[in-house]
């Protein structure tokens, strides 16, 4: 049995606030969201960490941004604009180690050279 909570979320065994699925995408709510709009958008295959990313999963990755930018206008965030944000290992602040884009925004965000990416 997987010891991934978002595997876990993928296989129903955790619930989670589904904004949009398809064959190979899930995306739900961040369950501490740090905007009005924190979307997680998950590969439902367990990939760790965009270093683990392949050759072969090209059309996975273009699949995650593709439902960035329908789940962005779903929630009419797109015009006003948003932020994509993959953390990567420890220095990135991963914390969960199934490969995820955030996707965040409903609020004037900071700039990344001041430091604040949230
Ligand atoms: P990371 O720091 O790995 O890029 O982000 C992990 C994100 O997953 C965090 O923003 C955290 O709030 C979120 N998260 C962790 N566990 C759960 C959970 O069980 N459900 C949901 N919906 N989000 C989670
Ligand atoms: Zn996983």
């Given amino acids: 049995m997987t010891e991934c909570i978002f595997c876990k979320i993928v296989e129903g065994t955790v619930p989670s606030k589904k904004v949009y699925e398809n064959d190979t ?4 709510h961040d369950i ?4 009005p709009v924190h979307v997680l958008i998950i590969p439902k295959k367990h990939i760790p960490t ?3 990313v392949g050759e072969s999963d090209a059309a996975l990755i273009a699949e995650l941004f593709a439902a ?3 789940i962005a206008r779903e929630l009419g965030i797109a015009e006003a604009g948003y932020r994509l944000v ?3 290992n420890k220095d ?3 914390v969960v180690y ?3 884009v955030h996707l965040i925004g409903g609020r004037k965000l900071g700039t990344l050279v001041s430091g604040d990416v949230s």
Avoid: D, I
């Fill in 25 to 28: 995408v899930l995306a739900f």
């Fill in 32 to 35: 501490q969201p740090a905007a």
């Fill in 50 to 52: 965009m270093n683990e």
């Fill in 68 to 70: 960035a930018r329908h």
């Fill in 86 to 88: 993959n953390n990567v």
């Fill in 98 to 100: 199934h490969l995820h």
């Fill in 92 to 94: 990135g602040g991963q």
